[in-house]
C-alpha cells in the first residue's frame, strides 16, 4: 500500500513573529498552540487517505458522530526537543506509533501505519519549529489523537476516522526544578480492571480517574495512585504516570504490565537506562502494606513517578483515610535526579544516545 504524502496548507493568518515569541517565553504546559495541525482521514471504501498539514482551526463535527456516543478515541503524547546544533529530533517517535496502533486495535479503530504516525508527527514538527521554546524543559509537545467520525447511532465499530496531530510550545513542568509530590491513595476508586482498557491510551480511562484525582486534591495531596480493581491492594499506577521505587540495596522495582497498567515509553526508557548500568530492576507485584512498612523501616528510600509531560517526578510522601507516611527525607533522592538528569541529557542531545532513540528530523 502506498502511503499518502502530506499536502501543505498554510495558515492565512499565522500568528506574527513578535507574538509568537512573547507567547512561548513562559509558556507553562498545554496552553500555548501552535498555528498548524496534521489531519488523516480514514474510510472503509478509501482507507488512509486526505493527509495534510494544515491550519490548526476547530473540528467540524456532526452531532450523531460516534465519538459522542461510544468514546471511540485514542491518543499519544510525545516531544520534538531542539539539540544544541539547532537542529531538532523527535524522542522515541516510532514506540509512541506502535502504542497507538496497539490502542487502536484494542477500541476497535482503523489501525494507523506506523510510518505514517511518524511521518505526521515529523511534518508538523518542521512546520512548527519555531514554536519550540530555548530554556531548560522546554519543548514542542505533540498530542497525536483519532476519533470516530461516521454520523451514525449504533454500537459498532465507527466506518470513518479523523487521525489529527497538534502541537503545544511547553515549558519545564517543574519550574526551578522537580519537586516531591504527595499522593492520596484512592481505596474507593479504581482506574482500570483485567480484561479492560488499561493498558490502551484512551481519554476513558483518564475520565474515570478524574473524580479520584479530585478527591486527592480536597486532601490537600498533588495526585492519586491506584490499585488493583480485584484485591484492591497491589500499587499499579498514578492518574497518568507509572510508578518506580528505590531500595537501600540499589534495586529498584516497578509493577508489572499485566493488561491493566499503561506501558509507558518513559517506564521503558527508564527501565533501560537503569538495566544499562547494572542496576537490578524488579518488574513485580508491590502492595500498599508493603510500600507503607518498607518506608517505615527505611528499606524503601525513594519513589518516583514517569511520564512524557513531567518526565520524573520525586514522590514524597503518601496518604489515605487511615494512613500517612513519608519516603527518605521527603525530598528528591539521588537515584530519581540521576534517572531524570541522564534522559534529559539524551533527550536535549546533550550525551551519547546509545540506544538511538532521538530522530533527527531537521
Given at each position: 500500500m502506498?502511503?499518502p504524502?502530506?499536502?501543505?496548507e498554510?495558515?492565512?493568518?499565522?500568528?506574527e513573529?513578535?507574538e509568537r515569541?512573547?507567547r512561548?517565553?513562559?509558556?507553562?504546559?498545554?496552553?500555548?498552540f501552535?498555528d498548524?495541525?496534521a489531519?488523516?482521514r480514514?474510510?472503509?471504501?478509501?482507507?488512509?487517505?486526505d493527509?495534510k498539514i494544515?491550519?490548526?482551526?476547530?473540528?467540524?463535527m456532526?452531532?450523531?458522530a460516534?465519538?459522542l456516543?461510544?468514546?471511540?478515541e485514542i491518543f499519544?503524547g510525545?516531544?520534538?526537543?531542539?539539540?544544541?546544533?539547532?537542529?531538532?529530533?523527535l524522542f522515541?517517535?516510532?514506540?509512541?506509533?506502535?502504542?497507538?496502533r496497539?490502542?487502536?486495535?484494542?477500541l476497535?479503530?482503523?489501525e494507523?501505519p506506523?510510518?505514517?504516525?511518524?511521518?505526521?508527527c515529523?511534518?508538523?514538527?518542521?512546520?512548527?519549529?519555531?514554536?519550540?521554546?530555548?530554556?531548560?524543559?522546554?519543548?514542542?509537545?505533540?498530542?497525536?489523537?483519532?476519533?470516530?467520525?461516521e454520523t451514525?447511532?449504533?454500537?459498532?465499530?465507527?466506518?470513518?476516522?479523523?487521525?489529527c496531530?497538534?502541537?503545544?510550545?511547553?515549558g519545564?513542568?517543574?519550574?526551578?526544578?522537580?519537586?516531591?509530590?504527595?499522593?492520596?491513595?484512592?481505596?474507593?476508586f479504581t482506574?482500570?480492571?483485567?480484561g479492560?482498557?488499561?493498558d490502551?491510551k484512551?481519554?476513558g480511562?483518564?475520565?474515570?480517574?478524574?473524580l479520584?484525582?479530585?478527591?486527592?486534591?480536597?486532601?490537600?495531596?498533588?495526585q492519586?495512585?491506584?490499585?488493583?480493581?480485584?484485591?484492591?491492594r497491589?500499587?499499579?499506577?498514578?492518574?497518568?504516570?507509572n510508578?518506580?521505587f528505590?531500595?537501600?540495596d540499589?534495586?529498584?522495582?516497578t509493577?508489572?504490565?499485566?493488561?491493566?497498567?499503561?506501558?509507558?515509553?518513559?517506564r521503558?526508557?527508564?527501565?533501560?537506562?537503569a538495566?544499562?548500568?547494572?542496576?537490578?530492576?524488579?518488574?513485580?507485584?508491590?502492595?500498599?502494606?508493603?510500600?507503607?512498612?518498607?518506608?517505615a523501616?527505611?528499606?524503601?528510600?525513594?519513589?518516583?513517578?514517569?511520564?512524557t509531560?513531567?518526565?520524573?517526578?520525586?514522590?514524597g510522601k503518601?496518604?489515605?483515610?487511615?494512613?500517612?507516611?513519608q519516603?527518605?527525607?521527603g525530598?528528591?533522592g539521588?537515584?530519581?535526579?540521576?534517572l531524570?538528569?541522564?534522559?534529559?541529557?539524551?533527550q536535549?542531545g546533550r550525551?551519547?544516545d546509545?540506544?538511538?532513540?532521538?530522530?533527527?528530523?531537521?
Amino acid at each position: 500500500m502506498t502511503q499518502p504524502s502530506f499536502a501543505f496548507e498554510p495558515h492565512a493568518t499565522p500568528v506574527e513573529a513578535s507574538e509568537r515569541a512573547a507567547r512561548i517565553v513562559n509558556p507553562g504546559f498545554g496552553r500555548v498552540f501552535t498555528d498548524h495541525m496534521a489531519t488523516i482521514r480514514w474510510s472503509e471504501d478509501k482507507g488512509w487517505h486526505d493527509a495534510k498539514i494544515t491550519a490548526r482551526a476547530p473540528i467540524v463535527m456532526d452531532p450523531a458522530a460516534a465519538v459522542l456516543h461510544y468514546a471511540q478515541e485514542i491518543f499519544e503524547g510525545l516531544k520534538a526537543y531542539t539539540l544544541p546544533d539547532g537542529g531538532v529530533a523527535l524522542f522515541r517517535a516510532e514506540q509512541n506509533a506502535a502504542r497507538f496502533r496497539r490502542s487502536a486495535k484494542r477500541l476497535a479503530m482503523a489501525e494507523l501505519p506506523e510510518d505514517l504516525f511518524v511521518a505526521s508527527c515529523r511534518e508538523l514538527t518542521l512546520a512548527e519549529r519555531e514554536w519550540i521554546p530555548a530554556g531548560e524543559g522546554s519543548a514542542l509537545y505533540l498530542r497525536p489523537f483519532m476519533i470516530a467520525s461516521e454520523t451514525f447511532l449504533g454500537v459498532k465499530p465507527s466506518a470513518e476516522y479523523l487521525y489529527c496531530v497538534i502541537a503545544s510550545a511547553v515549558g519545564n513542568y517543574w519550574p526551578g526544578g522537580a519537586k516531591s509530590v504527595s499522593l492520596w491513595v484512592s481505596k474507593e476508586f479504581t482506574r482500570a480492571a483485567p480484561g479492560g482498557t488499561g493498558d490502551a491510551k484512551c481519554g476513558g480511562n483518564y475520565a474515570a480517574s478524574l473524580l479520584a484525582q479530585s478527591e486527592a486534591i480536597r486532601q490537600g495531596c498533588d495526585q492519586v495512585v491506584f490499585l488493583d480493581a480485584t484485591e484492591r491492594r497491589w500499587v499499579e499506577e498514578l492518574g497518568g504516570m507509572n510508578i518506580f521505587f528505590v531500595f537501600d540495596d540499589g534495586t529498584m522495582l516497578t509493577p508489572p504490565l499485566t493488561g491493566t497498567i499503561l506501558p509507558g515509553i518513559t517506564r521503558d526508557s527508564i527501565l533501560t537506562l537503569a538495566r544499562d548500568q547494572e542496576i537490578t530492576v524488579r518488574e513485580e507485584r508491590y502492595s500498599i502494606e508493603e510500600w507503607q512498612a518498607d518506608a517505615a523501616s527505611g528499606r524503601l528510600v525513594e519513589a518516583f513517578a514517569c511520564g512524557t509531560a513531567a518526565v520524573v517526578t520525586p514522590i514524597g510522601k503518601v496518604s489515605s483515610a487511615d494512613f500517612s507516611f513519608q519516603i527518605g527525607d521527603g525530598q528528591p533522592g539521588e537515584r530519581t535526579q540521576a534517572l531524570l538528569k541522564q534522559l534529559t541529557d539524551i533527550q536535549r542531545g546533550r550525551s551519547n544516545d546509545p540506544h538511538g532513540w532521538m530522530q533527527r528530523i531537521g
